[in-house]
């Protein structure tokens, strides 16, 4: 069946844009009823209005009070009758607003091994430390950073003498096709939150 997904999302967009091409090539069982970005200027919001999206762009004042901002969100996306929030390079936490409004319904994209290197730099801090495999998660979230139920990850060994642009780049690549991938896992109904916290997958 096909989900209806609302995508958040900060900076350019580029998995919004990976959904929004898998949608179109018949590949990702879904649609997108809104895109909410937190800064006016993010890139994100051209791409949304080019595939003909619906929008709502919140400033920097919105957020002064984030329940404010996440009721607003919340009550938006209700109004669009998504199925799943899609957190697409989106750098503010939700809230109870939304994660009561959605409960194992708001997905998140974290550029590591979770539970490694969570937070705003991941990419940076995987590289700073030398680790050989790095990777991309994608976990339900909840009322903390980085954290919540994993529903899929896929490693990338990391190749002697790449750039922590190279390893930025070869991160991107992985998570253009895992999310919507994951996406297609929900819109299957394959994807359950166990009593214990984990994710089964069927």
């Not at 199925?83 to 994660?99: F, K, N, S, W």
């Not at 002697?160 to 991160?171: A, R, S």
């Amino acid at each position: 069946m096909s989900i209806k997904l609302g995508v958040l999302l900060s900076g350019s967009g580029t998995n919004l844009q990976a959904i929004i091409d898998r949608i179109a090539a018949g590949t990702l069982d879904a649609t997108i009823e809104l895109v909410v970005a937190s800064r006016p200027d993010a890139y994100g919001i051209k791409r949304a209005q080019e595939a003909k999206l619906q929008t709502l762009t919140l400033s920097k004042e919105m957020y002064t009070d984030p329940l404010v901002a996440d009721e607003i969100i919340a009550t938006e996306l209700r109004m669009h009758e998504v199925d799943y929030v899609i957190m697409a390079g989106y750098m503010r936490m939700v809230h109870e607003p939304i994660l009561a409004t959605f409960p194992n319904r708001v997905v998140n994209l974290h550029p590591a091994l979770l539970p490694s290197f969570k937070g705003a730099h991941a990419i940076q801090d995987a590289y700073d430390y030398g680790v050989k495999v790095t990777g991309v998660t994608v976990h339900f979230a909840d009322d903390k950073y980085d954290c919540g139920p994993i529903i899929a990850q896929q490693a990338l060994v990391v190749e002697e003498g790449w750039t922590v642009d190279e390893l930025e780049e070869h991160i991107h690549a992985i998570e253009h096709v895992l999310y919507p991938d994951t996406i297609q896992l929900l819109a299957e109904g394959r994807v359950r939150v166990r009593d214990n916290g984990t994710v089964e997958v069927s």
